[in-house]
């Protein structure tokens, strides 16, 4: 099975700016997670999708958005990029998103956010 | 709210010597714990996982972590570590009963003399 793929890799933009990030989840996951990634605050969680929905939000501004397609594909959209969201950006997938019975996530390989 | 400590931002060790990563956790029910690693420019990689059962848990690579519910603590070990292992670990715990937000430690950085 192919793993979690996330688009683009890197990323350069100026403050103001918006992006938008995109995970592919692992064939037949239907959770996606999103998580930040900074030398100053570790691996914070942003949010989870399962079927569509968001199930689960982190603690950061609504700027930071997301949404699930049918096909379980994910992105996460920033608005108005401020210096601070440099960052790593991690998807993760799962079967049923219950990590919390012992599911496992999936991590792809990031997409590195420069912002200028 | 759970949360995850790993008091040792770097640890050099030898290869070919043993080595232990020390993860302390706080969380009021049964914690649901992992140890993930990065590599430089990747992703995070599943080593373990511990919820429920033995307390010693096996995972890829050789890794092993103990589970100690008196001590709060997820410590990852490996009996001989090879130059490859130079990466960094992360601990993490997931809220028992359900949902999937993990919750990470800050990582230890592993770093391998030859």
């Known amino acids: 099975k192919a793993g979690v793929t996330q688009t683009p890799r890197y990323l350069i933009k100026t403050r103001g700016q918006q992006v938008t990030l995109s995970c592919s989840p692992i064939?037949?996951?239907?959770?996606v997670s999103w998580y930040q990634q900074t030398p100053g605050q570790g691996l914070q969680f942003l949010f989870e999708?399962?079927?569509?929905?968001?199930?689960n939000k982190g603690n950061f501004p609504g700027r930071f958005s997301g949404r699930q397609f049918s096909n379980s594909r994910s992105e996460m959209n920033v608005s108005t990029l401020e210096l601070g969201d440099s960052a790593l950006y991690l998807c993760?997938?799962?079967?049923?998103?219950?990590?919390?019975?012992?599911?496992?996530?999936?991590f792809g390989p990031g997409t590195r956010l420069l912002v200028l | 709210a759970q949360s995850v400590t790993q008091p040792d931002i770097h640890i050099t060790v030898s290869e070919g010597a043993s080595l232990e990563l020390r993860c302390n956790y706080s969380?009021?029910?049964?914690?649901?714990l992992f140890w993930y690693v990065q590599s430089p420019g990747q992703g995070l990689q599943l080593l373990l996982k511990?919820?429920?059962?033995?307390?010693l848990v096996q995972g890829i690579k050789g890794f092993e972590a103990e589970f100690k519910r008196s001590q709060s603590s997820f410590n990852l070990r490996k009996p001989s570590v090879h130059w490859s292992d130079a990466a960094e670990y992360f601990c993490?715990?997931?809220?028992?009963?359900?949902?999937?937000?993990?919750?990470f430690g800050t990582g230890t950085q592993l770093k391998v003399e030859l």
């Open positions: 993760a997938s799962s079967p049923t998103g219950l990590a919390g019975v012992g599911e496992t996530q999936y």
């Open positions: 064939s037949g996951h239907r959770s």
């Open positions: 999708y399962f079927s569509e929905t968001q199930r």
């Open positions: 969380y009021g029910a049964t914690p649901y």
């Open positions: 511990y919820f429920s059962g033995d307390t």
């Open positions: 993490a715990v997931a809220r028992g009963g359900g949902g999937n937000k993990l919750t």
